[in-house]
């Protein structure tokens, strides 16, 4: 297991390398909580992006995950074990797509998609649009999870998205506390 420390661009490509060969054995209860942007890496780079991320860290850009609405009908992909809820925000305002999500593989990917685009003033949703139009399977967003360091209600994940760019995003009990998921 990692330890608690972020890690530098090196030892992440070194976590990378690692969970490639052995899989990282990540669970989807090792994910479950208000995942906030920490570091950005550009594919194939050592050294974080520090002006993306200061972006996107000023934009509180949050990821949640929390187990998902299982129904027995709904084939397995269809109805995605986990809830995921991906936001920014500026002040009281904030914009979130929410959707569903699955582990899938040893490494493993966390597969998602979003049905609901949602912009909200504080806790009260200003407006609200249904997104319909799913992509096939084989082309949703994916984060492959590499690492994961700490407890339950603390440390970090470091995954890479389908984009290509590695990402760090660090618990945050606080910010999990404060909004729904």
């Known amino acids: 297991m990692p330890t608690s420390e972020i890690p530098s661009g090196e030892q992440a ?18 994910l479950f909580g208000r995942w906030r942007l920490q ?53 009281a305002l904030q914009l979130r797509f929410s959707g569903s999500g699955n582990l899938r593989g040893r490494r ?19 407006w609200r649009q249904a997104i319909s139009r799913q992509p096939e399977p084989r082309r949703r967003p994916f984060f492959a999870l590499i690492a994961r360091s700490g407890a339950a209600d603390n440390g970090w994940l470091l995954a890479r998205g389908r984009g290509g760019g590695l990402a760090l995003w660090v618990l945050d009990p606080q910010l999990e506390k404060a909004s729904d998921a």
Request: proline content about 6%.
């Open 13 to 30: 490509l070194a976590l990378e390398r690692l969970s490639r060969r052995q899989g990282s054995a990540i669970t989807a209860e090792q």
């Open 39 to 91: 570091l950005l890496w550009s594919k194939g780079r050592a050294h974080p992006n520090p002006a993306t991320a200061a972006l996107l860290r000023g934009l509180q850009a949050s990821l949640s995950i929390a187990t998902g609405d299982v129904t027995p009908d709904a084939p397995s992909l269809e109805r995605g074990d986990l809830k995921v809820v991906n936001s920014v925000q500026l002040g």
């Open 108 to 126: 493993p990917l966390l597969e998602f998609w979003f049905d609901q685009l949602e912009l909200r003033l504080g806790r009260q949703s200003l």
